[in-house]
Nanobody, 115 residues
């Protein structure tokens, strides 16, 4: 089993920044995909940014040039730096990890962009 614990959500004004963190623990394997999805109010969950199992990164078009995913392998942690936040970025953000054919999700952290 893998546990994912997110932190860093909150309320921010438009144009502001936040950094999300997600720490993985448990049965960690070295080959994995890991990243972030989000679910805006009344909408389906969508990809935000992810490291693939090959080590490359994928971003949603809506966040390119504003969000940056990074990781610290020694800490089994991924980060999402979110800049120039917009009201449409308001959502519950979920950490995601896929390893050995299984998907794992964090509990979600709320990000609200509002003045």
């Amino acid at each position: 089993q893998v546990q994912l614990v997110e932190s860093g959500g909150g309320l921010v004004q438009p144009g502001g920044s936040l950094r999300l963190s997600c720490a993985a623990s448990g049965s960690i394997f070295s080959i994995y995909a890991m990243g972030w999805y989000r679910q805006p109010p009344g909408k389906q969950r969508e990809l935000v940014a992810v490291f693939t199992s090959g080590g490359s990164t994928n971003y949603a078009d809506s966040v390119k040039d504003r969000f940056t995913i990074s990781r610290d392998n020694a800490k089994n942690t991924v980060y999402l730096q979110m800049n120039s936040l917009k009201s449409e970025d308001t959502a519950v953000y979920y950490c995601y990890r896929r390893q050995r054919g299984r998907d794992y999700w964090g509990q979600g952290t709320q990000v609200t962009v509002s003045s």
